[in-house]
């Protein structure tokens, strides 16, 4: 039976690291060891792990340098024949390592993928998102392409169960980034790959309303990772195919970006324009409630975007927070 090594990369999640482990250890699957890499936590993390009474599990420690150290470093230090990345903060059903392992059925280059789900506050209560690339694929980048054009684009790296040889074939994670670093990586690896395998009875529970998350970070250095991200990814998957349908995929990542960078980082959105340009235009037009959709083709996409910045200084950040997490409770049930 091959060894499966979940590598869980932590930063102060005294909060949730003992129930992700516990979804690791609880797996059917019993050839397994977990490694948990602090990235210098400021909290009771380390301690709660080395609590811990279980021989599979491992804690490694290094300084505050970022979730791809991290997760680079669990790597290196894997003995098992497969991995699988599992934040901190989500959740495993018992049957998922397994339901993958057997979806894969002794290959050590394809990768597996799962159903996975937004949660709030029990994992169990999670609803597996219904997606079009919920299916077994000969080419990896018609995953992508359906992934990016048919379903919400959701690259996350702990959707996948992967042979070492195929991780280390894609070159890991990039340790430049750190928001959106998913998208680079997984466009890497399925393309490193020879197919993915879909394991219907897989499940990840992926918790959103965490605050301080690094996904709802909007510093320079994250919107500098999601610039350096969207280049990288969308270059791995130009060289792969330069089409018509790619170039549109990336253009439309790309304009998705500039509604984030404007206005508070103009540099990086005068950047995404001119990608936008040379790749033939986006027709995205900015998303939001029927007040925005209203007032969008009078006032236009940037006037709009200066106005939510302007707002969110008065405390409309609050008002967009509580209707984020109304969103995702009604998705989680």
Known sequence: ??????????????????????????????????????????DATPEIVAGINDSRVRLIRQENRGQCVALNLGVLEARGDYIKFLDADDWLNPEHLAAQMAALDGSTECVADCHWGYFLDDPRRSAARKEHSNKDYQDTLEWLVDSLTKDEGMMGGWKWLIPK????????????????????????LLLASSGVRFASEAFYAYRKGVSGALSGSSSPKAMESAFLTTE????????????????RICANRWQEWL????????????KAELEIVRLGGSELKLQGGRVLQFLLPTLGWKR?????????????????????RTRVRKLSN
Not at 10 to 30: D, F, H, P, V
């Open 165 to 188: 040889s195929v991780l280390e074939r894609s070159g890991g994670w990039d340790e430049r980034l750190s928001l959106n670093n998913d998208f680079d990586f997984s466009i890497r």
């Open 232 to 247: 990288s990814g969308c270059r791995v998957l130009l060289v792969r195919e330069d089409s018509e349908r790619i170039r």
């Open 1 to 42: 039976m091959a060894l499966v090594s979940v590598i869980i990369p932590a930063y102060n999640a005294e909060l949730w690291i003992a129930e992700s482990i516990g979804s690791a250890l609880a797996q059917t699957w019993r050839e397994l060891e977990v490694i948990v890499v602090d990235d210098g936590s400021q």
């Open 259 to 270: 509604f984030k960078f404007y206005p508070e980082h103009r540099e990086l959105a005068e």
């Open 304 to 324: 709009l975007r200066r106005l939510q910045a302007t707002a969110s200084t008065f405390g409309w950040h609050h008002i967009h927070r509580w209707k984020e």
